[in-house]
């Protein structure tokens, strides 16, 4: 190869030796920003550095640099998972993402190769949009593969408690993740070509940065309210906890008894609170009708039901009449959590770990959404708070308020529940919704529509909420634009990159 076409190479920012350790220390600054602590403006130093040392690789160490990301970012993120399974699962999951995280971030690296050479008219707008719109593509890559996805790590949810957490009610979660990666990378290239010295170049990241700070929240409309009850019982529900007959289901029905005599519309109880499946047990049916009875209301239960051969994780509202005749199974059930996937060869690598996990729980397939009286409410079963299509089919079908259910007795002492809930209080401000957050033991919260928090359980306490909670109607822009704007974004930010790899060849040549 010629020695001018060599030098015409673009050359990476940082050499790789320092490329690598500014790749981890971009991992701790993302990770930070989640909660604990959930510094949320560290998001943009973060995605700055992980940029920078991607800029001028070539595909080899531009994987290197991403692995060391991803190793780091994932590691540290989703490091409750050893809180009682041990080592094996948190490596395998970290390793896991990981590994695609650098695979899935080297068409960033692409385009800061190709862009400018493509593109070198255009490249202060192209490439940032390019990078940010590779980014999402990038995430919904995580959020859908292997085994459902594992969409945990978006950068729009970081923003739950900041003044950009009100763009996704008209973006969407993955439309704010793309705001963020292209403001960073806007800014960026301002330096790096110098156009910061030129004030009309400044104008687009301005804009950017106002859209991000001054978006207002898309209007729903109040439809009134509902009275409801969350119990957090606080009982022995973790995997390991040693647990006497109906132990789970009495220590439920122990924190319920401050809601009798309480003009109460709905009770709802997180996930596994019934303990055993009420279809079956005939003292589970009992305990949860004399609960009914006593609160007046309505009950909101969950347990593991069995229909023929499966096995669901299933939400009911068991009624006065003894029975249930609305449910709702989960959609995702966890792998390697809630069913093993290629069992015998997951089995042959880690025996005792796979061999405790007995029970396969079967995907449910019927709507996430129930009737209490005449209000539709929308329903999301643990991690399944994380897959959009589940939030947004339910308030797509009329719910006027969401409620989600949860069991982080596993995760006891961890940060996955003030994880979990971030995600929770994204879901209210994406949807317009009022939420209630009920977890077995705690963090339990209602938030309301503007992603503020109205009342709270601590973790580790057992306890009820009772609130007025509003109920909204109406669709925001981030419902309906959202799924759409992802697959813009995914094909475009495909499209554009092997339409820039063209003409950058074309260009060398």
Same mark, same amino acid.
Request: aromatic share 10%; hydrophobic share 45%.
């Given at each position: 190869?010629?020695?001018?076409?060599?030098?015409?190479?673009?050359?990476?920012?940082?050499?790789?030796?320092?490329?690598?350790?500014?790749?981890?220390?971009?991992?701790?600054?993302?990770?930070?920003?989640? +909660? $604990?602590?959930?510094?949320?403006?560290?998001?943009?130093?973060?995605?700055?550095?992980?940029?920078?040392?991607?800029?001028?690789?070539?595909?080899?160490?531009?994987?290197?640099?991403?692995?060391?990301?991803?190793?780091?970012?994932?590691?540290?993120?989703?490091?409750?998972?050893?809180?009682?399974?041990?080592?094996?699962?948190?490596?395998?999951?970290?390793?896991?993402?990981?590994?695609?995280?650098?695979?899935?971030?080297?068409?960033?690296?692409?385009?800061?190769?190709?862009?400018?050479?493509?593109?070198?008219?255009?490249?202060?707008?192209?490439?940032?949009?390019?990078?940010?719109?590779?980014?999402?593509?990038?995430?919904?890559?995580?959020?859908?593969?292997?085994?459902?996805?594992?969409?945990?790590?978006?950068?729009?949810?970081?923003?739950?408690?900041?003044?950009?957490?009100?763009?996704?009610?008209?973006?969407?979660?993955?439309?704010?993740?793309?705001?963020?990666?292209?403001?960073?990378?806007?800014?960026?290239?301002?330096?790096?070509?110098?156009?910061?010295?030129?004030? !009309?170049?400044?104008?687009?990241?301005?804009?950017?940065?106002?859209?991000?700070?001054?978006?207002?929240?898309?209007?729903?409309?109040?439809?009134?309210?509902?009275?409801?009850?969350?119990?957090?019982?606080?009982?022995?529900?973790?995997?390991?906890?040693?647990?006497?007959?109906?132990?789970?289901?009495?220590?439920?029905?122990?924190?319920?008894?401050?809601?009798?005599? $309480?003009?109460?519309?709905?009770?709802?109880?997180?996930?596994?609170?019934?303990?055993?499946?009420?279809?079956?047990?005939?003292?589970?049916?009992?305990?949860?009708?004399?609960?009914?009875?006593?609160?007046?209301?309505?009950?909101?239960?969950?347990?593991?039901? $069995?229909?023929?051969?499966?096995?669901?994780?299933?939400?009911?509202?068991?009624?006065?009449?003894?029975?249930?005749?609305?449910?709702?199974?989960?959609?995702?059930?966890?792998?390697?959590?809630?069913?093993?996937?290629?069992?015998?060869?997951?089995?042959?690598?880690?025996? =005792?770990?796979?061999?405790?996990?007995?029970?396969?729980?079967?995907?449910?397939?019927?709507? +996430?959404?129930?009737?209490?009286?005449?209000? +539709?409410?929308?329903?999301?079963?643990?991690?399944?708070?994380?897959? =959009?299509?589940?939030?947004?089919?339910?308030?797509?079908?009329?719910?006027?308020?969401?409620?989600?259910?949860?069991?982080?007795?596993?995760?006891?002492?961890?940060? $996955?529940?003030?994880?979990?809930?971030?995600?929770?209080?994204?879901?209210?401000?994406?949807?317009?919704?009022?939420?209630?957050?009920?977890?077995?033991?705690?963090?339990?919260?209602?938030?309301?529509?503007?992603?503020?928090?109205?009342?709270?359980? =601590?973790? =580790?306490?057992?306890?009820? !909420?009772?609130?007025?909670?509003?109920?909204?109607?109406?669709?925001?822009?981030?419902?309906?634009?959202?799924?759409?704007?992802?697959?813009?974004?995914?094909?475009?930010?495909?499209?554009?990159?092997?339409?820039?790899?063209?003409?950058?060849?074309?260009?060398?040549?």
């Amino acid at each position: 190869m010629p020695d001018t076409d060599r030098a015409q190479r673009p050359q990476p920012l940082m050499p790789l030796w320092l490329a690598l350790p500014a790749a981890a220390l971009a991992a701790v600054l993302m990770r930070v920003a989640f +909660p $604990e602590p959930a510094i949320w403006p560290l998001i943009f130093p973060g995605v700055a550095v992980l940029l920078l040392s991607l800029i001028g690789r070539r595909s080899w160490s531009a994987i290197l640099v991403g692995l060391v990301y991803g190793l780091v970012f994932f590691g540290l993120l989703v490091s409750w998972t050893s809180r009682y399974l041990g080592t094996i699962p948190w490596a395998a999951l970290s390793v896991v993402e990981g590994g695609l995280t650098a695979f899935a971030l080297l068409p960033i690296a692409l385009a800061y190769r190709w862009v400018p050479r493509a593109w070198p008219r255009g490249r202060l707008f192209m490439l940032p949009v390019l990078v940010g719109a590779l980014w999402t593509a990038h995430e919904l890559f995580l959020g859908n593969w292997p085994y459902g996805g594992f969409p945990w790590a978006r950068l729009g949810m970081t923003q739950s408690e900041s003044p950009l957490g009100a763009v996704t009610s008209w973006l969407g979660v993955s439309g704010l993740s793309f705001l963020i990666v292209t403001t960073t990378a806007l800014v960026i290239e301002l330096v790096r070509t110098g156009s910061w010295r030129r004030p !009309l170049r400044l104008i687009a990241p301005v804009v950017l940065v106002l859209v991000l700070l001054l978006t207002p929240l898309f209007p729903t409309s109040s439809a009134g309210d509902m009275r409801i009850g969350a119990v957090q019982g606080n009982g022995p529900t973790g995997y390991f906890d040693h647990r006497e007959p109906y132990a789970i289901i009495d220590s439920q029905m122990a924190a319920t008894e401050t809601l009798y005599g $309480e003009d109460v519309d709905l009770v709802v109880w997180p996930e596994g609170s019934a303990g055993y499946d009420p279809f079956q047990d005939p003292g589970t049916a009992r305990r949860l009708t004399r609960v009914v009875t006593k609160s007046g209301a309505p009950l909101l239960a969950n347990t593991a039901t $069995e229909r023929g051969k499966d096995i669901f994780n299933t939400s009911f509202l068991w009624t006065s009449d003894g029975t249930a005749d609305q449910i709702h199974d989960k959609r995702h059930p966890v792998p390697f959590g809630e069913y093993v996937p290629n069992r015998e060869f997951w089995g042959a690598l880690a025996p =005792d770990l796979i061999g405790l996990l007995q029970r396969e729980y079967t995907p449910g397939t019927n709507p +996430p959404l129930m009737r209490v009286g005449d209000v +539709p409410v929308g329903l999301a079963i643990c991690f399944d708070v994380i897959y =959009d299509e589940v939030i947004r089919e339910g308030v797509a079908g009329g719910a006027r308020v969401l409620i989600f259910q949860t069991n982080n007795a596993d995760f006891r002492g961890t940060d $996955e529940n003030l994880q979990q809930l971030a995600f929770a209080r994204t879901r209210a401000i994406e949807t317009g919704r009022s939420v209630v957050n009920i977890s077995t033991v705690g963090t339990s919260q209602t938030i309301r529509p503007d992603g503020s928090t109205m009342s709270t359980l =601590d973790a =580790d306490e057992a306890g009820a !909420l009772l609130d007025d909670v509003e109920l909204r109607t109406g669709l925001t822009a981030g419902v309906v634009i959202g799924p759409w704007l992802e697959q813009v974004l995914l094909w475009g930010g495909i499209a554009g990159l092997v339409l820039s790899g063209v003409l950058a060849r074309r260009r060398r040549a």
